[in-house]
């Protein structure tokens, strides 16, 4: 009897829980877009109770639809619906809260370098052959890639990088720069953060070490270090795979091969030499343009070349500033420019080039 002569009170009360639900939804649904927009993937629980709340509110809806055509024999059955719906409602109402509806989703196979506008020269090709055969060897622990400044030996280890993540060599690929002034203890927070690793404020330098090294150890890692200039202790910061590595392997880069052999102790170590002129030729062509091999400027692209030395990053930087430059003249004074450049001598950088 009470559902019958409480039949309208149940519809109302129904009528305002779900008004309170659809305010909580749309709350949440705007949250889970500035999460989606912040690319953060949204939490299990949350689409469910989207789900849920969607289900329930059509299902409301269906109700109040055959409620218009309730007469005095169905009012019983409808004021017992509206009052169970009522207390469903209310339910997924009171667990529409989060703390949080979406997290962020770790980079599969850790950072990447960028290798656009890397060519497959067969000077490079030899390097980036031995380098992945040496990724392959379980007795080699760490690998070393040499050569003066501007020969692209970044680029040569993006591309090793990409094809042993194609290749699923490892679990995980990490990426660091050191430089001339590096900052070990942020080089330290970059790794641990690219592995999921988060320090606390109050742990001690030996704890972080600690930590990183222990993390380390759970997968299959591939660890590149670019641009080393000096002695960097590893096993200080953390950064050792211990006896049992699971076939993690450190790939390192500096303009000094003495860095590489005696102060980082690299097994294998690779150099990487100027280009050949055939090769520095087809570079510079590539970008410039064919009209560079046209009787009114070939022997002005020739000498060009030349005095960039081979070096991919000068022929680089000077072919696209003579792009689409027609006028043998403005190549004349390119030419004269690079002839008359003051170089600074810098220890491992080629003479005519900082």
Known sequence: MGYLIHYQKNVDNLRNEVDELKDVRDSVQQQVEAAQRNVEEIEAKVKRWLTSAEEITEEVQKFFEVGRRANLKTRYQLGRRAHKLGLAVKDIKNKGTFQKVGHRVPIQGGTTISTKGYEDFESRKLIFDGVMEALKDDNIRAIGVCGMGGLGKTMLVGKVAKQAKADKLFERIVTVVVSQTPNLKQIQKDIA??????????????????????????????????DIWNKIDLEDLGISFGDDRKGSKLLLTSRFRDVLDKDMDAEKIFQVEVLSNDEAKFLFVKIVGDFAETLNFQSTMVEVVKECAGLPIAITTVANTLKNQRNPNVWKDALQQLKSANPTLIKGMHEKFI
Do not use: Y
Not at 195 to 219: M, N, P, S
């Open 193 to 226: 953060k690219e592995l999921g690793l988060k320090f606390e404020d109050e742990d001690t330098d030996f704890q972080k070490a600690h930590l990183l090294c222990e993390r380390l150890k759970t997968e299959k890692i591939l660890l590149i270090i670019d």
